[in-house]
């Protein structure tokens, strides 16, 4: 039998509430700033069908996104998400967009997600450099403990993109949402800790730098 430690034998973190203002993260390539409905048409233009295909919901109109920032503003208000606008940094032309949500201030932990691009950022370094700027954020600035990522069972592309960066598979939550009008979805979980963080660094900062 495997003997449990004692309170006093586990690690221990500060209890500090987590707080995740507005903010602008700046990359080579890509700026992430706070969304907003001013960038509802040109995320709007970017809406295809296709690139929600694993997305809890489909963007096709500019109510549509219109709703999706709407929501995403009223839960920042909340203090439980912070979502971006991914833009170009050499035009400023919006790329798709990303977020901190489920953000649990007493236990100092938050999940990166949301994310969608446009077509034109796809198998570039876009997404790599946006989960570096996030994730560098969420440990080095917000000092958080955890941070979660998640995305369906079967999408095969995303999964690989997150194994890739080194997070740890923490298994699948079957049956776990509906989406795109009741869809049954089972998620895959993955976690990246405070201490993995500086591997997970390193290797992102390597595949950044090629």
């Known amino acids: 039998?495997?003997?449990?430690?004692?309170?006093?034998?586990?690690?221990?973190?500060?209890?500090?509430?987590?707080?995740?203002?507005?903010?602008?993260?700046?990359?080579?390539?890509?700026?992430?700033?706070?969304?907003?409905?001013?960038h509802a048409p040109a995320l709007t233009a970017l809406c295809e069908e296709e690139i929600f295909t694993h997305f809890s919901r489909v963007l096709r109109t500019r109510e549509d996104v219109e709703a999706f920032i709407s929501s995403a503003l009223s839960a920042a208000g909340r203090g439980t998400e912070q979502a971006f606008v991914v833009l170009e940094k050499t035009t400023g032309e919006p790329?798709?967009?990303?977020?901190?949500?489920?953000?649990?201030?007493?236990?100092?932990?938050?999940?990166?997600?949301?994310?969608?691009l446009g077509r034109r950022a796809w198998r570039t370094r876009v997404?790599?450099?946006?989960?570096?700027?996030?994730?560098?954020?969420?440990?080095?600035?917000?000092?958080?403990?955890?941070?979660?990522?998640?995305?369906?069972?079967?999408?095969?592309?995303?999964?690989?993109?997150?194994?890739?960066?080194?997070?740890?598979?923490?298994?699948?939550?079957?049956?776990?949402?509906?989406?795109?009008?009741?869809?049954?979805?089972?998620?895959?979980y993955y976690g990246v800790i405070d201490t993995d963080w500086p591997e997970v660094k390193a290797r992102l900062e390597g595949f950044l730098q090629r």
């Open 127 to 188: 997404n790599t450099e946006c989960k570096y700027l996030l994730l560098r954020h969420a440990f080095e600035q917000l000092q958080v403990m955890r941070v979660q990522l998640k995305t369906d069972r079967y999408n095969a592309r995303s999964r690989a993109a997150i194994e890739r960066m080194g997070a740890t598979f923490e298994g699948i939550l079957r049956n776990h949402m509906l989406v795109r009008g009741g869809v049954v979805r089972d998620s895959a």
């Open 95 to 116: 790329l798709g967009s990303t977020r901190y949500l489920d953000i649990q201030r007493d236990n100092r932990t938050l999940e990166i997600g949301y994310t969608w």
């Open 1 to 38: 039998m495997t003997s449990v430690p004692l309170d006093s034998e586990r690690p221990h973190r500060e209890l500090v509430p987590l707080i995740v203002p507005p903010v602008t993260l700046e990359g080579r390539d890509v700026r992430l700033a706070p969304l907003g409905l001013e």
